[in-house]
């Protein structure tokens, strides 16, 4: 978890050079959606010109009308792919475990060994689900754990956990080194935390400067015309 929580997203607080307003909001809009029907996902921007084509609510791998079901329909999908051992099915009945979803009762034992499961199977995702739960408990050795596994799969703001872990533990080079990986590849909150850090006085203004270009840069390559759109779409209701 970012070491200053209550700041996990309020970069439009920044106050050095263009830390952009699109940006930001490709950070905080899930970039994918998944598809129970098939166990397929896709971009949200894909998924957005996909509807505005004439189909909307449906899926646009099977084209099941599957945004017109019922959630106990929709459950039923999820359901059906965790018993074919679809990873990410799996992890997301593991987070309805967790956090207590759609009426099923919290269960913390249930949701790691959902999680776990998903992992094995390949999921990063569950991994850093996996460290944020070990993370709320203060097991930091497992959350570390969990949070390599799933940065060495790409997973950024796992790797950004990571930072935020070695600062507190007073390591901050190798904080930095974690932060600086992460916001390079587009990952918003590890290029908050440098910002953070910089006006501490932990870094340099030359050292955050190449850390954003490279940051702008990567979202650049991952913004579309239907991405901002479907953006737009969400901000405007």
Not at 92 to 108: D, E, R, V
Not at 213 to 218: L, V
Not at 224 to 236: G, K, P, Q
């Amino acid at each position: 978890m970012s070491r200053f929580h209550t700041q996990l997203y309020c970069p439009y607080q920044l106050t050095i050079n263009d830390f952009s307003k699109a940006n930001v909001q490709l950070a905080i809009e899930q970039a994918k959606i998944y598809y129970p029907c098939c166990g397929k996902s896709v971009c949200k921007g894909c998924a957005y010109s996909f509807y505005k084509s004439a189909n909307v609510r449906k899926c646009p791998f099977c084209n099941s009308d599957h945004d017109n079901k019922s959630y106990e329909d929709r459950f039923e999908y999820t359901m059906k792919r965790v018993e074919a051992n679809d990873p990410t099915s799996i992890c997301l009945l593991a987070q309805h475990y967790h956090h207590g979803w759609a009426g099923l009762q919290q269960n913390p034992a249930k949701a790691v060994e959902l999680y776990a499961r998903a992992a094995e199977l390949g999921c990063s995702e569950a991994h850093s689900y996996l460290g944020d739960f070990y993370d709320a408990r203060g097991n930091l050795k497992m959350a570390s754990f969990h949070y390599e596994a799933a940065a060495m799969a790409g997973d950024e703001s796992a790797r950004n956990n990571i930072g935020s872990t070695e600062y507190l533990a007073g390591n901050l080079e190798r904080a930095v080194k974690h932060w600086t990986i992460a916001a390079s590849a587009g990952c918003c909150c590890a290029m908050n935390e440098l910002r953070m850090a910089f006006e501490e006085g932990e870094i340099s203004k030359e050292s955050i400067d190449s850390t954003l270009k490279a940051y702008n840069s990567s979202c650049s390559e991952v913004r579309s015309e239907a991405r901002d759109a479907h953006i737009r779409a969400i901000i405007e209701g």
